[in-house]
């Protein structure tokens, strides 16, 4: 299995796709975050947010999506798991979210869009490219 971003997912992150799938405030309101999935790392000026497996599957699906929102079902395809009977994505991604808080001074990684599924409240971009 492929370890690293560039062989998991079929397209590169450009400037352009974060332009287009980040809200103009976003770009000015925060710095960007650095996903490394062999550290397994986000990192932001001297932040460090440790990951588990899981958890660099889940960012890198959501930061590496085509579009901004990712239903519930397919991150849960993307995790290797069955979207009938696996019951543990809400669970990851609130001890997720706790995680980023704590080292983040409170802020928000991922929020819930009704009846669409997760997206990323912050800029996060790989820290290949």
């Known amino acids: 299995m492929p370890t690293d971003l ?3 997912y079929s397209f590169v992150l ?7 799938h980040t809200p103009p405030d976003t770009h000015h309101a925060r710095g960007v975050w650095w996903f490394n999935d062999i550290d397994r790392t986000l990192t932001q000026n001297g932040i460090h947010v440790a990951l588990t497996r899981m958890e ?35 669970m ?17 990684l991922i929020r819930s869009v009704r009846n669409r599924g997760y997206c990323l409240t912050q800029v996060v971009r790989s820290a290949y490219c």
């Open 14 to 20: 450009t400037q352009d796709f974060v332009n287009q």
């Open 56 to 90: 660099c599957t889940v960012i890198g699906l959501l930061a590496f999506s085509h579009d901004r929102v990712m239903s519930k079902e397919a991150l849960i395809v993307g995790l290797g798991k069955d979207p009938q009977g696996y019951n543990g994505l809400e």
């Open 6 to 8: 560039g062989s998991r």
């Open 92 to 108: 990851s991604l609130s001890r997720l979210q706790s995680k980023f808080a704590a080292c983040s001074s409170g802020e928000r």
